[in-house]
């Protein structure tokens, strides 16, 4: 099977930064393509950022300009490099890696990390 662990979220002041990480373990074959989403209280989970195999990335115009996906194959892992967080950036950040373990393809979730950003 594959487990996800994520790390890097935490309490921070706006203006601040925080790195996000997500690495991916187990039988796997290759990872397409790794995103992140978020969910704050009350909300539905939205899509932040995505970067594909082949390196598109894709972002969240609420996040453009601010956050920065990228993605090391050699140690299955994607990042989400966050600055200039604002209030409003707090959140449970979730990776979610599209793997495929010998010819079958799932979507995987990681366990949630709190990022929360006090203004």
């Known amino acids: 099977q594959v487990q996800l662990v994520e790390s890097g979220g935490g309490l921070v002041q706006a203006g601040g930064s925080l790195r996000l990480s997500c690495t991916a373990s187990g039988s796997i074959s290759s990872i397409n393509a790794m995103g992140w989403y978020r969910q704050a209280p009350g909300k539905q989970r939205e899509l932040v950022a995505t970067?594909?195999?082949?390196?598109?990335?894709n972002y969240a115009d609420s996040v453009k300009g601010r956050f920065t996906i990228s993605r090391d194959n050699a140690k299955n892992t994607v990042y989400l490099q966050m600055n200039s967080l604002k209030p409003e950036d707090t959140a449970v950040y979730y990776c979610?890696?599209?793997?495929?373990?010998?010819?079958?393809?799932?979507?995987?979730w990681g366990q949630g990390t709190q990022v929360t950003v006090s203004s």
């Open positions: 979610n890696l599209n793997v495929r373990v010998l010819i079958t393809r799932n979507n995987y």
């Open positions: 970067i594909t195999s082949t390196g598109s990335i």
